[in-house]
């Protein structure tokens, strides 16, 4: 009787407590330190990390509600200056290491989440539509689920008119051509704002080179987005 009040209370609890969150594991294989951030989609409120630093080769947990969605990123080369925080790449503009609410300055490898979509899955993707800065994985820790990532390094082959330079001369990021080129063959936009007249450029062709699992501009392929059964947790692996 008692067992059967407390495993009642129990669930009550999962119940009314909106049932368990979600483990996300950001991890830092590249050989300097990043600066990841978080962006939660529209409506829902932000994580209480919204920015944070890891050294090169450590890792750190952050839990999310069960039917989270946004994004992540991580920012490289930041320092800090008359106490205001700045970045290389991928700087938020809030002038410190949380983001509270702010997205990625492009140009940024993002990896996006919504988890509990439709059919009880989560759905995840790395999307280079708004450029490239560093390599990316996400591993789903369920049993089943398959990893994506964008392994290359873009900026190694980065066009010239695309390429974002460091204070030494060397690409540090790698524009999106609609960005760099705004020009609505590159954004999709305009006479080309379907899938089927937003074909593949030599842009986003060098990005898909690098990264064939990737999102490399608006209207990819379906083949960069990829499921999992909704409970799942997740390592996403900076410099995988
Ligand atoms: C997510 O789940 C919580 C708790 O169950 C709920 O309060 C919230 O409205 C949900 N958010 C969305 C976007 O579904
Ligand atoms: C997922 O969403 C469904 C429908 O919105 C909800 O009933 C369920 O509790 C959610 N699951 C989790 C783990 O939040």
């Known amino acids: 009787m008692e067992t059967q009040a407390l495993l009642c209370l129990t669930l009550a609890f999962l119940f009314f407590s909106g049932a368990h969150s979600i483990t996300f594991t950001i ?109 990316v994985s996400i591993t789903p820790q ?27 001369g060397s690409v540090i990021a790698c524009k999106s051509a609609c960005e760099a080129l705004s020009q609505p063959q590159y954004c999709c936009t305009g006479d080309f704002s379907t899938p089927d007249r937003c074909p593949p450029t030599q842009y986003s062709k060098v990005f898909k080179d690098q990264c064939p699992q990737a999102y490399s501009y608006a209207y990819d392929d379906k083949t960069s987005t990829f499921t999992c059964p909704t409970g799942s947790n997740y390592l996403v692996t900076f410099c995988p």
């Not at 490898?109 to 390599?135: I, M």
């Not at 900026?155 to 204070?167: D, K, Y």
């Open 142 to 168: 369920g049993a089943g689920c398959q990893s994506t990532s964008c392994p290359g390094n873009v900026n190694q082959v980065c066009p010239p008119e695309l390429a974002v330079q460091g204070s030494d």
């Open 27 to 135: 991890k830092n294989n590249c050989p300097y330190t990043i600066w990841p951030g978080t962006l939660t989609g529209a409506g829902i409120p932000q994580l209480t990390s919204t920015g944070l630093e890891l050294a090169s080769g450590t890792s750190s947990a952050l839990d999310v509600p069960a039917n989270w969605s946004g994004r992540m990123w991580a920012r490289t080369q930041c320092s800090n200056a008359n106490g205001k925080f700045t970045c290389g790449t991928a700087d938020c503009g809030s002038g410190q290491v949380a983001c509270n609410g702010a997205g990625a300055i492009p140009p940024a490898s993002l990896v996006e989440f919504t988890l509990n979509g439709s059919g009880g899955q989560d759905f995840y993707d790395v999307s280079l539509v708004d450029g490239f800065n560093l390599p």
